[in-house]
T-cell receptor, first 113, second 110 residues
Framework: EDQVTQSPEALRLQEGESSSLNCSYT??????LFWYRQDPGKGPEFLFT?????EEKEKERLKATLTKKESFLHITAPKPEDSATYLC??????????????WGLGTSLAVNP | ETGVTQTPRHLVMGMTNKKSLKCEQH?????MYWYKQSAKKPLELMFV???????ENNSVPSRFSPECPNSSHLFLHLHTLQPEDSALYLC?????????FGPGTRLTVL
């Protein structure tokens, strides 16, 4: 069964304290892995797409990496405004020629000043 | 207005009411989605419209009825809902792989 597991469920950091979030997946026929950020009461905001093992992408203090079984979202010297829930999703075949996203539960990140 | 918009942002309804959620995308995308987000659960895909044609999802109860009159607009018609249907309903659109989300409608069913 296709599945996405994110860890930890919650993470509290001090401002400037770097860390990593994990997204492990089991899916038949990976068609891409996606990272989103979601603030309370808002819709998910797209961050990155990764398609193949070894691929890396960066945006400001965030860096996403991908292996054959998992992805990491590295946060370097976080600031309080990085506090949010970070969601991971993998794209898999669905309903013929279509594809769907399979979502993890997210990691809730809090960065204290 | 840019991106994906949803109205209303908040909705409270009784179990016998009929209401509709509206989504509009200003991105020129050709696919639109409805998701349900509940606490402690991953996002659940409800419906997909690709090139205005609906991709079936047999697991969604018939009290939810989608409508896609054109590539920019998507509706979710609600009737005789249950309290467990209370959730954040998210609309998204895409042109290729990446989906872009609206702010959601917080639905409470009394």
């Amino acid at each position: 069964e296709d599945q996405v597991t994110q860890s930890p469920e919650a993470l509290r950091l001090q401002e400037g304290e770097s860390s990593s979030l994990n997204c492990s997946y089991t899916v038949s026929g990976l068609r891409g892995l996606f990272w989103y950020r979601q603030d309370p009461g808002k819709g998910p905001e797209f961050l990155f797409t990764l398609y193949s093992a070894g691929e890396e992408k960066e945006k400001e203090r965030l860096k996403a990496t991908l292996t054959k079984k998992e992805s990491f979202l590295h946060i370097t010297a976080p600031k309080p405004e990085d506090s949010a829930t970070y969601l991971c999703a993998v794209q898999a075949p669905w309903a013929g020629n279509n594809r769907k996203l399979i979502w993890g539960l997210g990691t809730s990140l809090a960065v204290n000043p | 207005e840019t991106g994906v918009t949803q109205t209303p942002r908040h909705l409270v309804m009784g179990m016998t009411n009929k209401k509709s959620l509206k989504c509009e995308q200003h991105l020129g995308h050709n696919a639109m989605y409805w998701y349900k987000q509940s606490a402690k659960k991953p996002l659940e895909l409800m419906f997909v419209y690709s090139l205005e044609e609906r991709v079936e999802n047999n697991s969604v109860p018939s009290r939810f009825s989608p409508e896609c009159p054109n590539s920019s607009h998507l509706f979710l018609h609600l009737h005789t809902l249950q309290p467990e249907d209370s959730a954040l309903y998210l609309c998204a659109s895409s042109h290729s792989d990446t989906q872009y989300f609206g702010p959601g409608t917080r639905l409470t069913v009394l």
